[in-house]
Structure formats: structure tokens, C-alpha cells
């Protein structure tokens, strides 16, 4: 195992994590007026709902889907008689799926954002980075159905599962799981975890006022008197 090898899959995600919160703690002790998501509804609508709707319900879906999927333990699927090429041509079914709303529905707001001259002109350079960065990272997993399909024994997906398992619960270890992971896997991994490392410097923030509005729920009722 290589030096670097063991710093980007075993040092650089609790780096990426620390980034994340403490990047996000600053941005929104800091610069408060700009923890938003930009929207450009007011400058032209277009195919804005549809990209909209595809694209968060596919990227809410992938975001659990991998949570589930790479962070409840083996053990857990064993024990409920779910064998690994089952959960594995699972995933790759419910990845495809999300996946290709998410791919729809990004290259929807992608065309709508580079072709129309107004929205183009207040498009910061940022935006154009992070939406690239989703789009490469997006084609990325979607190309390793592709490799998974030439091997439907689950073993990859067992390391990988390993590999975040141990991530989680700080085992020095974990990088030595996927040493022989295919490359796409690899790509795929470090794309998702820096885009956690430039997740508070972007619009994304947003993000965390979405997980947030959950505690609307618990709110008294607002009461609109007529004069």
C-alpha cells in the first residue's frame, strides 16, 4: 500500500470532514447574509422546477442510499437473510435510478444556467466549479455499475462497506480495504469526499438550513388576523 494510497483514503476523509463542519461553523458565524441557495427563479424560469425536482429528489435519494447502504454493518444484512449479490444488484438498480434523475435533472439546470445570457452574466465561477465537480462526480458513480455488473458477488461492495465502516469508527486500517478497488471506485471516493471539503465555500450551505426545517415541524401554529 502507497503512501498516498493510505493519505487519500485514510487520513484525507477525516481532513474533508473537518473542513466540512468547521468550514460550515465559520461560514455561518461569518457571512451570514450569503448561507443561501442563489436562485435564479427571478431572472428566468425555463425547465427550472423540473431540473429542480429531478435533481434534489435524485441527490436526496443517492445521499441515503449511501448512507444506508455503505454504513449499516454486514453483519445486520446477514442477519436479516439479505445475501451480498442481492443487496449489490439492489444498489445498483436503486443507484441507477437516482442516479439518472440526478444526471436529468442537473443537466437541466446546467443548460438553463449556461444558455441564457442573464443568468450566465451572475453565474460566479464558483458555481461553475462546484456544479462541474457534481456532474464528474455523478458520471463517476454512475460508471461503476458498469464494473460491478462484470462481478455480482458482492465482494467490492463488502470492502467498500468496510473501508467507510472503519472510517467512522477511526480504524487506522481502513485504507487497506480497498487497495485492489477498481479505479473508477477510487475516483469516485475521492471526488465525493472533496466535494465535503468545498461544500462551505459554495452555495451548498443551503443544505443545512434544508435538514434544519425539520424542527418547523415542532413550531406553534401562526396565527394571520384579518384587519
Not at 500500500?1 to 465559520?26: D, E, K, R, T
Not at 465537480?133 to 455523478?138: F, H, V
Amino acid at each position: 500500500m502507497s503512501y498516498l494510497h493510505q493519505f487519500v483514503f485514510g487520513i484525507y476523509p477525516y481532513i474533508a470532514f473537518a473542513i466540512f463542519i468547521l468550514g460550515s461553523l465559520a461560514r455561518f458565524e461569518r457571512e451570514q447574509y450569503t448561507w443561501k441557495s442563489d436562485s435564479s427563479q427571478v431572472l428566468h424560469r425555463g425547465n427550472l422546477r423540473l431540473g429542480n425536482i429531478l435533481f434534489h429528489l435524485g441527490i436526496i435519494g443517492l445521499f441515503f442510499g449511501h448512507l444506508v447502504g455503505l454504513l449499516t454493518p454486514v453483519a445486520v444484512w446477514d442477519a436479516l437473510g439479505v445475501t451480498h449479490s442481492f443487496k449489490q444488484a439492489f444498489a445498483m438498480a436503486a443507484g441507477g435510478v437516482m442516479g439518472g434523475l440526478c444526471l436529468l435533472g442537473l443537466l437541466i439546470l446546467l443548460h438553463r444556467r449556461l444558455s441564457d445570457p442573464r443568468i450566465r452574466a451572475v453565474t460566479k465561477p464558483g458555481d461553475k466549479v462546484l456544479l462541474l465537480w457534481i456532474l464528474i462526480t455523478l458520471l463517476l458513480g454512475l460508471s461503476t455499475i458498469f464494473v460491478s455488473a462484470q462481478h455480482m458477488d458482492g465482494h467490492e461492495m463488502v470492502l467498500l462497506m468496510t473501508w467507510a465502516q472503519h472510517i467512522v469508527t477511526f480504524k487506522g486500517d481502513a485504507a487497506a480495504f480497498i487497495v485492489g478497488a477498481h479505479l473508477l471506485f477510487k475516483l469516485h471516493l475521492f471526488m465525493g469526499m472533496t466535494l465535503f471539503v468545498i461544500f462551505p465555500f459554495t452555495r451548498l450551505v443551503h443544505v443545512w438550513s434544508g435538514f434544519a426545517s425539520v424542527t418547523y415541524l415542532g413550531r406553534a401554529w401562526q396565527l394571520v388576523r384579518p384587519r
